[in-house]
């Protein structure tokens, strides 16, 4: 069965840099583009950013452009998340989802990240 | 950047009722709207997309409706695993946006 298991989040300083991982199973990961999607503490949800199956694209929020960056490691089945200058409105649990036709069938549970001094 | 807004933003409803939630794009999307469900302490689950399909395994009482910028999701039998906060999103154009969530609460 599909599944998606993201981790590396936890707690960092304003300005410092966080990086998230998905880690999938269940299905060829290399066929599918994968997507980060957050949500602040009893907020609703944010997409992030999404890159496709191959890596050859990929596309952010504007909020986190210049600072995020998605990637991935298909031989590994990892999707990854760099996070740099944080900010406390990047507090949030971060989902990793799979595409399918451009909506999200399959998420992980999530992974926190608290970002406060 | 596409504004999705939802309405109502809470929904008291008694079960076995019929529940409507509408969702309104700032400008159109044609037909790709998905509509979330989630609960407490759980990732969102995909419910619709195309605006009127079913995910796999998605009960027959969810349905969907509209196009362009008028959407609304209708489940017609109430049940205790409904009461959730469901969430609007368009995947038209970039950045993909999400509306700000009804949560369907029992009356």
């Known amino acids: 069965q599909v599944q998606l298991v993201e981790s590396g989040g936890g707690v960092v300083q304003p300005g410092r840099s966080l990086r998230l991982s998905c880690a999938a199973s269940g299905f060829t990961f290399s066929s599918y583009g994968m997507h980060w999607v957050r949500q602040a503490p009893g907020k609703g949800l944010e997409w992030v950013a999404v890159?496709?199956?191959?890596?050859?694209?990929?596309y952010y929020v504007d909020s986190v452009k210049g600072r995020f960056t998605i990637s991935r490691d298909n031989s590994k089945n990892t999707l990854f998340l760099q996070m740099n200058s944080l900010r406390a409105e990047d507090t949030a649990v971060y989902y990793c989802?799979?595409?399918?036709?451009?909506?999200?069938?399959?998420w992980g549970q999530g992974t926190l990240v608290t970002v406060s001094s | 950047e596409i504004v999705m807004t939802q309405s109502p933003a809470t929904l008291s409803v008694s079960p076995g009722e019929r529940a409507t939630l509408s969702c309104r794009a700032s400008?159109?999307?044609?037909?790709?709207l998905a509509w979330y469900q989630q609960k407490p302490g759980q990732a969102p689950r995909l419910l619709i997309y195309?605006?009127?399909t079913r995910a796999t395994g998605i009960p027959a009482r969810f349905s969907g409706s509209g196009s362009g910028t008028e959407f609304t999701l209708t489940i017609s039998s109430l049940q205790s695993e409904d009461f959730a906060v469901y969430y609007c999103q368009q995947y038209n154009n970039w950045p993909r946006t999400f509306g700000q969530g009804t949560k369907v609460e029992i009356k």
């Open positions: 400008q159109s999307v044609n037909s790709n």
């Open positions: 890159i496709w199956y191959d890596g050859s694209n990929k």
């Open positions: 195309v605006a009127s």
């Open positions: 989802a799979r595409d399918y036709g451009a909506v999200y069938e399959y």
